[in-house]
Each structure stands twice: as C-alpha cells, then as structure tokens.
C-alpha cells in the first residue's frame, strides 16, 4: 500500500519541479527585459542634473582670456540744433539759449586733463549773405552750468571757463584734471546772442562746433 501511493507521487513532484523551473526562468527573463529597457530609457533621457562626463575616467582644463584695449576721448550727444527765437528788425537786442546734453567720455589708458573748447562761425542770412552777425556777438556763459556725473568721474575736478567769452576763437568752456576713466554730462550751458539795429528782416544761420581736446 505504501509502495503503490509513492509510485503515484512522484510523477507529480516532477510536474512541480519543472512548472517552478519555468517559472523561475520567466522571472529571470522578464528581470533581464526590463533592465535594458531601463538602461535604453537612461541612454535616451538625460536627467535634470545629471551629468554624463561624472563618469568620465579624465578630464582636461582650457584657459580662458580677453583682451581690453583702451577707449578713446570723446565729446558726444551735443544738441543738433540751437535757436535764439526772434528779434525785431532795426531795434536790436540780446537773446540767450542753453545747450543741454553734452556728454565727455575719457576711457584713455592712462587718462590726463583735458578741454572742452567752443567756436562758432558768423550767421549769415538766408536772403542775402551779405548781412551777417559776427561771431564776436555770440557769447558763452560757462559758471551756472550742471554737472553730472554719469559714471566714474568726480565733477569737482571739472572748472568752468571765463563767463561772457566770444566764441570768435576756440574758447576754454571746461578743463578736467580728472586722472580717471569716466563719463560727465553738461547741461544748461548759456549762450548769449546779441544784435544791433542794422539788421535786415531775414533768417540767419551759422555753426558752432565743440571740440574735447
């Protein structure tokens, strides 16, 4: 009796053995499946943070430079245009404008003083050049203009030129001792335009240039 019931259960201990072994492989393969998966998935997205030359087995260093040369002297956004307005033919009289927005930019390697010059040429009339204002009537008032810093420049090192100067030759308008690179603004700079009465009804016209030297 014992003899014929162990002939009867080895055939099923068989039968589990290999569903185990079958299963057990299947386990393994679908393990296998999804770490390639996994690593394809790796490969393809690049992770926030992640890195890839961390599991570099070196690494190399390159030198990085540039080279700042020195700027230049410079006098930029004088206005374009100045008006006087209007005066009355056979009556004369004086009239007077500021000039705003003049800037001087000194980025020189070793920057030293400069001057800020002004000359205007005689205003000829439209009608008939032959009457003209001379440059000896035209005038500028340095003293009461502003001086603004814009960058890097001590205004205190900045004098103004003579008051009620002619612009008939280049006049001294400001000097800098500054010994510093930086950037000033001038504003409310006044002229002075003065007429007799021998004009004619016309309009006049002329230039006045402005030189950092």
Do not use: C
């Amino acid at each position: 009796m014992d003899s014929g019931m162990k002939n009867q259960n080895k055939p099923t201990s068989k039968i589990l053995l290999s569903k185990a072994h079958q299963v057990a492989g299947q386990q393994v393969m679908a393990a296998g499946v999804v770490l390639v998966l996994g690593l394809m998935f790796i490969n393809a997205v690049q992770f926030p943070g992640w890195n890839p030359f961390t599991f570099a087995g070196n690494s190399n260093t390159s030198t990085l430079s540039v080279n700042v040369t020195a700027g230049t002297l410079e006098i930029v956004n004088v206005q374009t245009a100045m008006n006087f307005g209007s005066l009355v033919a056979g009556t004369g009289g004086v009239n007077f404008e500021n000039l705003d927005n003049s800037t001087v930019r000194d980025f020189r390697a070793s920057p030293v003083r400069w001057n800020l010059r002004g000359y205007s040429a005689p205003l000829v009339g439209a009608g008939d050049g032959n009457y003209q204002i001379a440059n000896t009537a035209i005038w500028v008032w340095p003293g009461n203009a502003d001086k603004t810093n814009v960058e890097t420049f001590n205004t205190e090192k900045v004098g103004n030129g003579t008051d009620n100067s002619a612009l008939n030759d280049n006049v001294l308008i400001f000097n800098s001792s500054h010994n510093a690179a930086g950037v000033i603004r001038f504003d409310n700079l006044l002229f002075r335009l003065a007429t007799n009465s021998s004009l004619t009804a016309q309009d006049y016209s002329g230039s006045l240039t402005v030189v950092v030297i």
